[in-house]
């Protein structure tokens, strides 16, 4: 017989003193000195082994917590308390106390406190934005009309010369425009329920950002190709002057000597170049462009390096067409005009939005383009014909 089981016996032969002492006290109605001093005495005796078998068998439980640990992890709280060494005798007494540890049975198991465990629930993958970096390239200002005028210079010739003492100065041309450019309005909305805006707080966030984004998109856009009819902005690739070769030889010529040369067409007008605009699919083209020994012309493919040619910031946007380009002083040939902020605003006061719960929530911005010199700007196509 183990020392637990020795304890156990004492402690169930204390129990059974008690209950016979008990029985007596009802059937005589009264308990005797002598009787309460005996009592007295077993239950200090009952406690001392009670303890001494709660000892015992937590020591059990550590010494066997590796084999029983896998096991515990499936099992209730409850079915390791009632499997637990020495609860039997203890059911068996009806009486005393009894403890066990259960050995962090609590897990996250389906037997445990799994149904419990509610995940957090994403409900969509966030797609990736395509950064906007065409309005990075201008210089921006504040007005506070719905229309801008400004003056556009259409001609420069430069007859400065060295003259004689006394001699008729040349006359140089310089010839301007007035013109007026729209503020225009851009916006989009989008109708959602108060519930489910209220239920999925992320919801409203997400639907925020891509409103955002659709709206930088569209005015991606205007600012480059705006018709410049109706309410449309009148776009910087709209206004700028078509590619011709300035002169220059080319042997063999490539989409890249291409963009230099239209670099060379605006440093002609008196503007240096600072930005290029291309479609995603043409600047891929040029970033794998290899020697002849199949080394990459640019960058290594594990380097990080930003996209620039001929030492100029490139701008790969879908709103170019593929096989069209864009090059320009764009800070100095142009600039953009902010009116209000690109803002979000939810309402519950459109249409039939109270009675139904629904929200409508408005993405909108209003911006305005002036173009001062077009010859600033050369576009043109990549594609080279023999």
């Known amino acids: 017989m183990s020392d637990l089981q020795t304890v156990q016996a004492a402690l169930d032969k204390v129990t059974d003193q008690l209950r016979e002492h008990a029985a007596r006290a009802t059937s005589d109605r009264e308990v005797h000195a002598k009787h309460r001093e005996d009592v007295d005495q077993l239950l200090a005796k009952q406690s001392e082994l009670q303890a001494e078998v709660q000892a015992m068998a937590q020591t059990v439980d550590k010494l066997g917590r590796g084999a029983d640990a896998s096991a515990n992890a499936a099992r209730t709280p409850g079915e390791v308390f009632t499997s637990a060494q020495g609860f039997e005798a203890f059911a068996a007494n009806a009486s005393g106390k009894f403890k066990t540890s259960v050995k962090a049975a609590i897990t996250s198991g389906g037997a445990s406190a799994g149904p419990l465990i509610q995940p957090d629930r994403i409900g969509m993958i966030l797609p990736m934005d395509q950064r906007l970096f065409l309005r990075d390239l201008l210089n921006w200002g504040r007005t506070t009309s719905n229309a801008i005028e400004y003056v556009q210079e259409l001609l420069y010739t430069n007859n400065a010369a060295p003259v004689a003492e006394l001699a008729?100065?040349?006359?140089?041309?310089?010839?301007?425009?007035?013109?007026?450019?729209?503020?225009?309005?851009?916006?989009h909305w989008i109708k959602a329920s108060k519930q489910v805006l209220a239920d999925a707080p992320m919801l409203q966030s997400y639907i925020?950002?891509?409103?955002?984004?659709?709206?930088?998109?569209?005015?991606?856009?205007?600012?480059?190709?705006?018709?410049?009819?109706?309410?449309?902005?009148?776009?910087?690739?709209?206004?700028?002057?078509?590619?011709?070769?300035?002169?220059?030889?080319?042997?063999?010529e490539t989409p890249i000597d291409r963009l230099r040369l239209a670099?060379?067409?605006?440093?002609l007008s008196e503007f240096d170049t600072d930005g290029i605009v291309l479609n995603p699919i043409d600047w891929a083209g040029i970033e794998l462009t290899k020697t002849t020994d199949n080394a990459y012309l640019f960058a290594s493919p594990t380097g990080q390096v930003a996209p620039t040619l001929w030492g100029r910031p490139v701008v790969a946007t879908q709103a170019m067409t593929a096989k069209d380009f864009l090059v320009g002083a764009f800070r100095m040939g142009a600039q953009g005009w902010?009116?209000?902020?690109?803002?979000?605003?939810?309402?519950t006061e459109d249409g039939q939005n109270f009675v139904q719960n629904s929200v409508t929530i408005r993405c909108e911005e209003r911006v305005g383009l002036t173009v001062f010199r077009p010859k600033a700007f050369c576009k043109g196509s990549l594609t080279i014909t023999p």
């Open 263 to 267: 670099m060379l067409q605006v440093s």
């Open 338 to 347: 902010d009116r209000e902020d690109a803002n979000i605003e939810v309402s």
């Open 168 to 187: 008729t100065k040349p006359e140089s041309d310089l010839t301007f425009e007035m013109k007026s450019a729209p503020v225009a309005t851009i916006a």
């Open 208 to 252: 925020n950002g891509r409103l955002m984004y659709g709206l930088k998109l569209k005015e991606e856009q205007q600012l480059l190709k705006g018709s410049g009819v109706g309410l449309n902005l009148n776009g910087i690739y709209t206004q700028a002057t078509a590619y011709a070769n300035p002169g220059v030889t080319v042997q063999a």
